[in-house]
């Protein structure tokens, strides 16, 4: 019976989405925080959700954390309806909040310790540690850490029951330019080892690096799903080819390059092409909705 069930289990990981969810609906009062929400995470993507304050990023999220009921629709994430998740489903997900990463006097490996006793698989502590970074600060005192350290913390607590679904809030809000950089690459070593992760942020150049897809999300209707590389058209969008002495918006920037170059006989001084970037075609399509 056992083994009939685990291979229903991987059967069921192969086929099934880590996320769908139809027809999603949730007010506050007369307030329609999500309005009919369709969306789809495939197993193994990096999914980024942006839109500005208020779009009903949390609530969606929280909703499929299992932490707030919806009003409406169609809720599976890893195959389970989050209102009706047991323990065993709650083992399978990890969750970084917007935390503190701050437990008093404990050391970093003492809470990472702690944690790992709440389940029944978890990963080995110091090999958590050493994941997000913190090894050298492993016998800390978790209020001696830095802002992008208790980050880290808080994603050891996020997979230290080895998830097969990472929700991850705002994860580099406050960071640092560097510090931003090297907690990408612990977010992309999850993804490469088979995580799914679903990201909110409102750092356009975080989903762009980190996200297969990203879903932008306003008065709580999903506007568009897309790579970031063609979100809002952005790869057909008009170039804008800048020299020296003027500017030129065209579809055939090459062409515009070749006449400037013939002109100029040779190299064109502070030459530059450039498409929309996706906080351009972002803020375009919040601006439109
Ligand atoms: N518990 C609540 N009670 C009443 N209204 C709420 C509650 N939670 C959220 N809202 C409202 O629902 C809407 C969506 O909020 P939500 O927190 O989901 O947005 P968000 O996209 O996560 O925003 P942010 O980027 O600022 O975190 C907002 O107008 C918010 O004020």
């Given at each position: 019976?056992?083994?009939?069930?685990?291979?229903?289990?991987?059967?069921?990981?192969?086929?099934?989405?880590?996320?769908?969810?139809?027809?999603?609906?949730?007010?506050?009062?007369?307030?329609?925080?999500?309005?009919?929400?369709?969306?789809?995470?495939?197993?193994?993507?990096?999914?980024?959700?942006?839109?500005?304050?208020?779009?009903?990023?949390?609530?969606?999220?929280?909703?499929?954390?299992?932490?707030?009921?919806?009003?409406?629709?169609?809720?599976?994430?890893?195959?389970?309806?989050?209102?009706?998740?047991?323990?065993?489903?709650?083992?399978?997900?990890?969750?970084?909040?917007?935390?503190?990463?701050?437990?008093?006097?404990?050391?970093?490996?003492?809470?990472?310790?702690?944690?790992?006793?709440?389940?029944?698989?978890?990963?080995?502590?110091?090999?958590?540690?050493?994941?997000?970074?913190?090894?050298?600060?492993?016998?800390?005192?978790?209020?001696?850490?830095?802002?992008?350290?208790?980050?880290?913390?808080?994603?050891?607590?996020?997979?230290?029951?080895?998830?097969?679904?990472?929700?991850?809030?705002?994860?580099?809000?406050?960071?640092?330019?560097?510090?931003?950089?090297?907690?990408w690459e612990v977010i992309r070593q999850l993804a490469s080892a088979g995580t799914t992760i679903l990201l909110t942020?409102?750092?356009?150049?975080?989903?762009?690096?980190?996200?297969?897809r990203v879903g932008v999300i306003n008065h709580g209707k999903l506007l568009e799903v897309s790579t970031p590389a063609?979100?809002?058209?952005?790869?057909?969008?008009?170039?804008?080819?800048?020299?020296?002495?003027?500017?030129?918006e065209t579809d055939r920037p090459t062409e515009v390059v070749q006449r400037l170059a013939a002109e100029f006989h040779?190299?064109?001084?502070?030459?530059?092409?450039?498409?929309?970037?996706?906080?351009?075609?972002?803020?375009?399509?919040?601006?439109?909705?």
């Open positions: 019976m056992k083994l009939l069930t685990a291979c229903l289990r991987i059967l069921a990981q192969v086929t099934e989405s880590a996320i769908s969810v139809t027809g999603l609906r949730k007010s506050y009062g007369g307030m329609k925080a999500v309005d009919r929400l369709d969306l789809t995470v495939q197993r193994g993507e990096v999914f980024a959700l942006l839109g500005p304050n208020g779009a009903g990023k949390t609530t969606t999220v929280e909703i499929l954390e299992g932490f707030r009921k919806r009003d409406e629709g169609k809720v599976q994430v890893l195959g389970v309806d989050p209102e009706r998740g047991d323990a065993e489903w709650r083992q399978r997900i990890g969750i970084v909040l917007q935390g503190t990463g701050e437990f008093d006097e404990l050391t970093v490996a003492e809470v990472v310790t702690h944690f790992a006793r709440f389940y029944r698989n978890a990963a080995d502590p110091t090999e958590v540690v050493e994941r997000v970074g913190l090894t050298e600060k492993a016998g800390s005192r978790t209020h001696t850490l830095s802002g992008g350290q208790k980050r880290r913390l808080d994603v050891a607590l996020g997979i230290v029951n080895k998830p097969e679904l990472l929700f991850l809030d705002e994860p580099t809000t406050g960071f640092d330019p560097a510090a931003r950089r090297e907690f942020t409102h750092y356009l150049e975080e989903a762009e690096e980190l996200a297969d063609l979100l809002g058209g952005r790869n057909t969008a008009t170039a804008t080819v800048s020299w020296r002495d003027g500017s030129e040779g190299e064109v001084p502070d030459l530059t092409v450039t498409r929309p970037t996706l906080e351009d075609v972002y803020l375009k399509m919040i601006g439109d909705a």
